[in-house]
Structure formats: structure tokens, C-alpha cells
């Protein structure tokens, strides 16, 4: 966040092109970790069954905090002139001081994990560690293992996932409030029900269903603008509610904070190609209707349900199995091998 802010603030003074492209660079670079970080940290502080709720809080704080830097903005930016000084620069410099005030204060402030925290009392901390323990069981740990990060890069349920994310991003962008409303009450309403129920694949189904049948109002030519209106607030309530469960079905089922930090990582970063690639398919040739990229989407949204449900009882099987022959597990691994199975050890029973 520190160096997010300074360089925010930097590009306020820097005037030629390059240097500008520059710094743009280093910001993009250094803002990319702030979200799978935040999601990260939740994890080490909540049970798998609460942590849905948490990242919904987070994802829409994110909205309404863009909903609200767009006032800011129009304020900042009449300051144009002031101390010969653009609108635009002083919209960065205003916006990078927040930033590192911001960071400054949460160095002091946020603590690593359970058992490092100084404001927690022995008997608190004690009963933060002893519920994540339980909440994972040998799978439970702490410490960095570079072959967390291996298991990380070749783990096949999390290369699923990342397909899942993929599609995600291949969407249009609902700038008016009511979708954006929509999608945001729906989000919260199925995190809460989703970490009660302690279950996500269901939701996950269920919400791109939904979300189908808003992309399928949005291509058919014959509706007309009312209709559309409607199918772009009904896609809105079943993918956004999605981005944030699949988020938290790929944390709930790894075990091991360094797998887990760069599981998250890897996601968001194919989540970002996958928006590269939307503004590849809702061109501008094919306003008003879109439906080159409605139908995209639509595919996607169509094979990533296909593979939600293909995941759903592959985990299923592996918990079954896991339950009924937990010794086929760990045959012919040493004690350390065993200690570092991370969500491969039977007493790790996936999140449906």
C-alpha cells in the first residue's frame, strides 16, 4: 500500500509520457497484491465457515469506495490551476497521501497472524489458534515450506478454479446503479447463507443459472430495452455473488498459508487476463446490442457451471474417501512428508 501511495503521488509530478507509462507500470505492479493479500489475511484469521461473509464485506467496500471516488474525484479535479498544478495531478497527489497515511497506519496496526498478536490476551490468542487448528486439523500450518509454492503451481483443483475465474471476467461492465445495486445485495445475502450453510459449490451452481438467464434476455434481439435492462440487473445478481464464493471455495480447500497466498495470487492474476481479454469482445462495431460478447460470456458461464459440478463431486469422492481409507493417504510417507500433505491429508475434508 506504502509504495501504491508514493508512486500515486509521484505520477502526479511527472509530466512527459514515458515517465508517466512508467510509473502507471510500478502502480498496476504494486496495487495487484492489495486484493489477494486482503483475502489472504482474512484466511488466517477465520474458519473456512466464516470467511464468505468476510470477503463479501470486502469486495463491496471496494464498490462503494469507487462509487465514492468518483465524487472525489470531480472535487479534486476543480482544483485545477491551483499551484500550476493540473486537475489530474492533483487528483494523484491527494489520492497517493491517502493511500500512504493509510498504510502507515495498518503496519502499526494489522498484526500477521494469531499467535505473533501483542493486543490479544493469552487466553484469547490461544482460543484464535486452537479454532483455526480445529477447523483444519493436521493440515494446519503456519510456517513457510517451499514446496507449499509447488504444490501451489501444479495443484489441479486450483488450475479448475482459475478456469472458473476466467470466464468471470469475460462480462460487461454494468456502470448504472441499480445492476450494480443488485449485484451487491445479492453478494452479501449469499455470503451470509452461503458460510451458515458451509457450503459454496450449491451457490455457486445456482447463482450462474441465474446469471444464464440475464445473458440469454441481454442476446435475444426481439427483447426490447426494458427487458435488457432487467436481464443486465439479473446477471449482475448471479456473477458477483459468484466472484466472491469461488474466492472463498478456492481458500477453504487449501491448506498451508504459503500454498494458500499464492493459490489466491495466481487466481486474480488470470482473473485480470481474462479481463484483458473482455475488452477484446464487446467491441465497438457491435454497438448497441453486443451480442459477439454476450454470447462469449454466456459460453464461458456455461462451461464454468459444467466444471463447478464436475469439482463439486470430485470433492465429494475425495472426502468419501478420505473418511473411509484414511491410511491410503499417507502409505509410504515419513513424518515430515506427512506433517507438510497440507490438503492432501485425509483429516483436511474439502468444503463442498
Known sequence: MLAWGLIMTLMAFVKNFSGLM?????LGAFESGLFPGAIYYITTWYKRSETNSRIAILFIGNSFAGSFSGLLAYNIVRLDGTLRLKGWQWLFFI????TVAVSIFSYFLLSDYPEKTKWLSDEERKYAISRLKYDAGKAHTTHFDKKQIYAALTDWVLIQIIYHFYRMTVKSQLLSVPPFFCAGIATVIVAILSD???IRSPFIIICSLIAIIGYILLIVPSIGIPGKYAGACIVGSGLSPIIITSITWLTNNIAGHAKRAIATAMVMMFANLGGALASQVYRQKDFPHYTYGHSMSLGFLIAATCITIIQYFVFKTLNKKKKENPQSFLEGKTEE????????????????
Open 337 to 352: 512428508e506427512i506433517k507438510n500433505m497440507g490438503d492432501l491429508h485425509p483429516d483436511f475434508i474439502y468444503s463442498l
Open 22 to 26: 512508467s510509473a502507471r507500470f510500478f
Open 196 to 198: 451458515r450453510k458451509r
Open 95 to 98: 489520492e497517493g497521501l491517502i
